[in-house]
Nanobody
Framework: QVQLVESGGGLVQGGGSLRLSCAAS????????MGWFRQAPGKEREFVAS????????YYADSVKGRFTISRDNAKNTVYLQMNSLKPGDTAVYYC???????????????????WGQGTQVTVSS
């Protein structure tokens, strides 16, 4: 079992930055592929970024590539999402997710993941 708690969301002006954090419980955090997803009102949950167990492999949605960076600190059981050059279209609830695997480089479908956080709201004003 893994419990995930996101933090760092808030209101920011367009062009600004935010860093989301996702703290995980459990001693096997380093065995998990971690992902970030987002869901805007009336829309399906969409993939944002994923990182493999070691942090050596990352994968991004085209919509955030070059603006967002996913990273992890296995000593702190935490995964991060640094979001720069934010746009109003990035407004959504952001969720982190976990899937146990030391083989996969990433997962990009919600159905791939076994554990989810409660989400944190990110609002970007124009």
């Amino acid at each position: 079992q893994v419990q995930l708690v996101e933090s760092g969301g808030g209101l920011v002006q367009g062009g600004g930055s935010l860093r989301l954090s996702c703290a995980a419980s459990g001693r096997t955090f380093s065995s998990y592929v971690m992902g970030w997803f987002r869901q805007a009102p009336g829309k399906e949950r969409e993939f944002v970024a994923s990182i493999n167990w070691s942090g050596g492999s990352t994968y991004y949605a085209d919509s955030v590539k070059g603006r967002f960076t996913i990273s992890r600190d296995n000593a702190k059981n935490t995964v991060y999402l640094q979001m720069n050059s934010l746009k109003p279209g990035d407004t959504a609830v952001y969720y982190c997710a976990a899937k146990e695997s030391r083989f996969a480089n990433y997962y990009d479908l919600p159905s791939d993941y076994d554990y989810w956080g409660q989400g944190t709201q990110v609002t970007v004003s124009s």
